[in-house]
């Protein structure tokens, strides 16, 4: 291998393992690669930002901004509300939340999907005394298989049609991924309905904490020295006998007292653990001569004005690797943490220190235009008010139904290609002030923009430094005895085994030039493998990471990270089998 060769390797390897150990957002592990590749002399600056003059991150922009406005103005919910009907069994249940949701996620981005209906689904699971576990993955899953079916339904789709553009080919037309994409999402969906409830288990969803019942709650307040308790008994200071609330421990200095006696006397700076349901622990927080010891700032909430929120880290949150204290949680966004959940478990450590990780669920008091305020910021990958009575849809929901359906027949039709249809509908939606410019400019997820037009300088890379090619022989070396539909299996389970450390937009640009060079090697036609690569990195099932609808049902669905393998193998494995099937019967290889 020649140094670039070598060069590109060793940078490339570096921003797989950042991207897998979440070191840094995205945007800045792939931009970061490509800029040490443009310094080191690999690649031309035409070649390394040739990704910021293609189609594929423009249209996704535009798309985003469409999403925008059917959140905003509730297109959807109508038939989310029908949905949610009356309680069924868990099979029919799932039947009618899935199928809708897959059928918007095919022409919308579904990550406000899954946003604007996990917090229902999770409220009428509870209603209905189910675990939110049993249907909160089943719909992430079945949004992924939707994305599948059309250009638009994902990202994904969209930069292996910019990439092919590149390459001087035609780009993927509205429907050309359906004859393959559509059998993929019904039977992964039917395998849903069967799978579903058997292999998942009930799981204490986040929002348990906070909920009535016998579900518990923890809190440590702190005695304020000079206070009406400093000085007083336990009992002395009616802390004793609280209805379903018991002081469980109290820490002194270094001394930890439990249990805690009626007549011990409480003295300034002491620490009280108290245990209980939500509503009796927020009348602890109101105590008088009693302040937080987590979070001082607590005891400034009037709780009559305010409310309980949960949130989910994803991947690009400036929170991710900070401790609540070092990124000044209070004063920076108005609110008062006051639990967190990994993993399906509550975090017992002291709050203030803790460092937060991707897929955190934390529990929030603040006030109430604490969702209006980080839900389009890009903060917190999912922002939900715990209790309340669903927003019915706008007056403006039919005009954007409406562009939306324009939109899709513009583009399907061929009256506008994809690009000039999309942009085309964001325009009359700003123009219309359905959505705003500052909206507008806040719906565009600018990491996956970036991560996106970045990475067309990675595949630049690789095809001009020959590893590409190298990638490709090692490739048919292994699966050429099985013949084309083996190398198809081969690139299938490449581009899924990177969608699992890294994005799936930065999966498919890698793999992308390795099948077009393992094509050519073999006298193969390029584009069925090119619509292989968009449909196997969208395969995002195994783990929680893999995709940002996978990290939003986490923490409220209460789930472990084997939970995803337990599910999403088996339909990893329809994905593989239907995809090397199909292919070759809709798009000859030879």
């Not at 310094?39 to 600056?45: A, C, F, I, L, R």
């Not at 604007?116 to 675990?131: G, I, Y």
């Not at 206070?227 to 609330?245: A, I, N």
Request: hydrophobic share 50%.
């Amino acid at each position: 291998m020649t140094w670039e060769a070598w060069i590109t390797l060793i940078v490339i390897g570096g921003m797989i393992g950042t991207l897998a150990r979440d070191v840094v957002p995205p945007s800045v592990a792939v931009v970061g690669a490509v800029v040490l590749l443009l310094v080191s002399g690999v690649v031309t600056p035409v070649q390394a930002f040739s990704g910021f003059s293609n189609p594929a991150p423009i249209t996704v922009a535009a798309l985003y901004v469409l999403s925008r406005a059917v959140q905003k103005t509730r297109a959807l919910q109508p038939f989310v509300s029908k949905t949610l009907g009356a309680s069924g069994s868990q099979r029919w249940t799932l039947a009618r939340l899935l199928t809708p949701a897959a059928a918007a996620s095919a022409f919308l981005n579904n990550t406000p999907i899954v946003a604007m209906l996990v917090p229902q689904v999770t409220s009428w699971a509870e209603q209905n005394r189910r675990s939110p576990s049993r249907y909160l993955m089943p719909l992430s899953f079945a949004a992924i298989f939707g994305g599948m079916v059309t250009l638009i339904g994902t990202s994904t789709n969209l930069v292996v049609s910019g990439l092919l553009v590149e390459g001087g080919n035609a780009p993927l037309s509205m429907f050309e991924l359906t004859p393959v994409g559509l059998p993929i999402a019904a039977l992964g969906i039917v395998s849903l309905l069967f799978l579903s409830p058997k292999v998942l288990p009930d799981r204490r969803p986040a929002r348990a904490d906070l909920s009535e019942g016998f579900r518990e709650f923890v809190v440590r307040m702190t005695v304020i020295s000079g206070g009406p308790l400093d000085g007083q008994t336990v009992e002395g200071g009616h802390l004793r006998h609280l209805s379903g609330v018991f002081l469980v421990e109290l820490v002194r200095g270094e001394e930890a007292i439990a249990p805690v006696a009626p007549d011990t006397v409480l003295k300034g700076h002491d620490v009280l653990t108290f245990v209980g349901r939500v509503d009796d622990v927020v009348d602890v927080q109101s105590t008088g001569g009693l302040v937080s010891s987590e979070h001082k700032h607590v005891a400034e909430f009037d709780t009559t004005h305010h409310t309980f929120f949960e949130v989910v880290l994803g991947a690009t949150s400036p929170l991710v690797g900070q401790t609540l204290k070092e990124a000044g949680f209070r004063s920076r966004y108005q609110g008062a943490v006051v639990a967190i959940h990994r993993a399906g478990r509550r975090v017992h450590a002291k709050l203030g220190g803790e460092h937060l990780k991707v897929g955190d669920t934390l529990l929030v008091l603040s006030d109430k235009n604490f969702e209006n305020r980080w839900k389009e910021r890009g903060v917190f990958l999912l922002v939900s008010r715990l209790g309340g009575v669903p927003p019915a849809a706008t007056k403006l929901a039919p005009v954007v139904g409406a562009v939306l359906v324009g939109f899709i027949l513009c583009a399907a039709i061929g009256i506008l290609p994809i690009l000039h249809s999309a942009l085309l509908a964001a325009f009359v939606l700003v123009l219309l002030g359905i959505v705003t410019p500052a909206e507008a400019k806040q719906a565009v997820d600018i990491d996956v923009i970036l991560v996106i037009a970045g990475a067309f300088g990675l595949a630049a890379a690789l095809q001009a430094t020959g590893l590409a090619e190298l990638a490709a022989r090692v490739l048919v070396t292994t699966f050429g005895d099985l013949g084309p539909r083996g190398v198809l299996f081969g690139i299938v389970v490449m581009a899924i085994s990177l969608s699992l450390v890294i994005t799936n937009n930065a999966a498919a640009v890698l793999v992308f030039p390795i099948a077009m060079s393992m094509a050519a090697d073999l006298n193969l036609e390029q584009r069925p493998f090119a619509i292989a690569v968009a449909v196997a990195a969208s395969a995002s099932f195994l783990t929680p990471v893999a995709y940002q609808t996978n990290i939003m049902v986490y923490g409220p669905g209460g789930y472990r990270f084997t939970d995803y393998t337990r599910l999403g193998l088996p339909l990893t494995m329809i994905v593989v089998a239907v995809t090397v099937a199909i292919i070759p019967m809709i798009w000859p290889l030879r």
